[in-house]
């Protein structure tokens, strides 16, 4: 890469740039993105998140001492193309995951197996998105991984998840309701193909395949984190989580997987993104 004479899409060395936005990869595997046509800057994306799973196949529930983890050791970063139509780099991660849970499903365990990462973002050009595919070569059990994008847009009230027919706004901040006793709102959210935080102003949104869980984190950073896995093994955890007949061994998700996403930030209207992402 620093020999070539001319650049196309990669202006300098970890840098990828059209005439809508500007990506830089950091060393530490996440990318700086610049949206050109607003002036915003959306740093430190891709930030994978694991945290235990004590749940079932319908609900997540972390364990009571959970140990969650959002670092990811990048072991490399390299260019695989740069053409005038477009250039991609691939970043190589690895996380180190423990192995499951206790029997009490109260912990995780300490001994860890690693769990390789390995992300190719992709710029086109005259693009207003970038391409985003991620490869997981998972070895534990009972466990959550997501993927976070933050959205530093501190003013959001309010989330969106592609819906059949709909495009519905939730709160990102929602009070304990005393008149649901038994099951309060969950953080995640549900979404059919797109994602998006807005203030009004700006927004950054995900069109992924496959992916069908999200939630938009209610802190300074509102990141979108999107849900790759969850590693279970119960259908449920009282009726039958005891009859060894109902254990879901293929439920761990002890495979490699895919996922194709794409990170769009835009001006803040729900038509922008919408058709964007299609």
Known sequence: VNNRRYYHFERSPFVMENSNM???VNRDGTFDLTDKLNGKNY??????????????????MEPENDRRRTYALCTSVSCLFDTPLGAAYEIQSEMPVPEGITADRKNRLENTKPLKIKTTLTLLKGAKRV???IHIENRGRNHRLRVLFPSYLTNAVYSSGKQAYDFPRRLIHEEFDPELPREQSYATKPMLGVC???DGKAGLGAAAKGIFEYE??????????LT???AVEVIDTKTFA?????IC???QNLTDMDFALSLIPYNGSDAEILGESE
């Open 242 to 246: 005891q009859a060894p007949e109902y």
């Open 22 to 24: 500007k990506i830089t």
């Open 43 to 60: 740093p430190s994306q891709l930030i994978f998140e694991d945290t235990g799973e004590a749940g079932d196949v319908y609900i997540h």
């Open 196 to 198: 998006a935080v807005s």
């Open 216 to 225: 938009c984190t209610d802190d300074d950073t509102r990141s979108l984190a």
């Open 131 to 133: 391409d985003i595919c």
């Open 249 to 251: 061994h293929e439920a």
């Open 228 to 230: 790759l896995m969850r």
